[in-house]
């Protein structure tokens, strides 16, 4: 198993549970898992494997209590390295991706364009307009939000934005454990996505230099992200509960 796969891993179920905890519900951090007791937000599981253990047993304890305690609506479970069949229990596999890894040796990827203004977002306000932009058009009522200003306050968090003309066009989170820096939430323009890809790598590097980035994708961001010198580390799943 590649550590890379480990850490990233790791990363991940932290800022999850960064997510959750400033809506007051935390998760538990267990030797093989991170899990979450408690609904969560959108979007974000109630489960994260950290290791790829030759017994698997625990985390398929852990998944069964949480469906003996009935979380209502939908609840996933990220099985962080492809060892889980979870199929039988009533789960369908809604996300197939790779963790990614970028050295810090590699320097910051060109991003710098006439008119774009990048810089970290720090007030709840700007945050809320950041989290407007992350989800796009819905053409429903909204929705409660994910982002709360409780983040804003953890040092190890920055929550990066582009602006065109005082409107946020793109963003990501750049999150620091460990030795490593996590990369998520990318959104971008369709139009120029790699360009802005460019730039929110640019930012989280800006943000903690000197350490590599983790993070997962798929599809075309995937290759946007090895474009930009990410390595594929291990695959990943996201199985919601149907």
């Given at each position: 198993?590649?550590?890379?796969?480990v850490?990233?891993?790791?990363?991940?179920?932290?800022?999850?549970?960064?997510?959750?905890?400033?809506?007051?519900?935390?998760?538990?951090f267990?030797?093989?898992?991170?899990?979450?007791?408690?609904?969560?937000?959108?979007f974000?599981?109630?489960?994260?494997?950290?290791?790829?253990p030759?017994?698997?047993?625990?985390?398929?304890?852990?998944?069964?209590?949480?469906?003996?305690?009935?979380l209502?609506?939908d609840?996933?479970?990220?099985d962080?390295?492809?060892?889980?069949?979870?199929?039988a229990?009533?789960?369908?596999?809604?996300v197939?991706?790779?963790?990614?890894?970028?050295?810090?040796?590699?320097?910051?990827?060109?991003?710098?364009?006439?008119?774009?203004?990048?810089a970290?977002?720090?007030?709840?306000?700007?945050?809320?307009?950041?989290e407007?932009?992350w989800?796009?058009?819905?053409?429903?009522?909204?929705?409660?939000?994910?982002?709360?200003?409780?983040?804003?306050?953890?040092?190890?968090?920055?929550?990066?934005?582009?602006?065109?003309?005082?409107?946020?066009?793109?963003?990501?989170?750049?999150?620091?454990?460990?030795d490593?820096?996590?990369?998520?939430?990318v959104?971008?323009?369709?139009?120029?996505?790699?360009?802005?890809?460019?730039?929110?790598?640019?930012?989280?590097?800006?943000?903690?230099?000197?350490?590599?980035?983790?993070?997962?994708?798929?599809?075309?961001?995937?290759?946007?992200?090895?474009?930009?010198?990410?390595?594929?580390?291990?695959?990943?799943?996201?199985?919601?509960?149907?």
């Amino acid at each position: 198993m590649d550590e890379r796969m480990v850490q990233a891993a790791r990363n991940n179920a932290i800022w999850c549970d960064a997510v959750c905890r400033a809506h007051g519900r935390p998760g538990e951090f267990l030797p093989d898992l991170w899990v979450n007791h408690q609904p969560t937000p959108r979007f974000y599981p109630n489960v994260v494997t950290l290791t790829r253990p030759r017994d698997l047993s625990t985390q398929l304890r852990a998944i069964a209590l949480l469906e003996a305690r009935g979380l209502t609506g939908d609840w996933g479970v990220k099985d962080s390295f492809c060892a889980l069949d979870l199929a039988a229990s009533g789960f369908q596999v809604v996300v197939e991706a790779h963790w990614l890894w970028r050295p810090a040796t590699l320097p910051p990827p060109r991003a710098e364009r006439t008119g774009i203004r990048w810089a970290r977002i720090k007030d709840a306000a700007a945050l809320a307009a950041w989290e407007a932009a992350w989800e796009g058009p819905t053409g429903e009522e909204t929705r409660p939000p994910v982002f709360l200003p409780r983040l804003l306050a953890d040092q190890a968090i920055a929550i990066l934005a582009a602006y065109d003309q005082g409107r946020i066009v793109a963003g990501a989170v750049a999150s620091r454990t460990d030795d490593v820096v996590g990369l998520s939430n990318v959104f971008t323009p369709a139009a120029d996505s790699a360009h802005f890809w460019a730039g929110c790598v640019a930012g989280a590097m800006a943000a903690f230099p000197g350490l590599p980035l983790v993070g997962y994708e798929g599809g075309e961001e995937l290759s946007i992200a090895q474009a930009l010198g990410f390595a594929t580390v291990g695959p990943l799943r996201v199985w919601i509960k149907i």
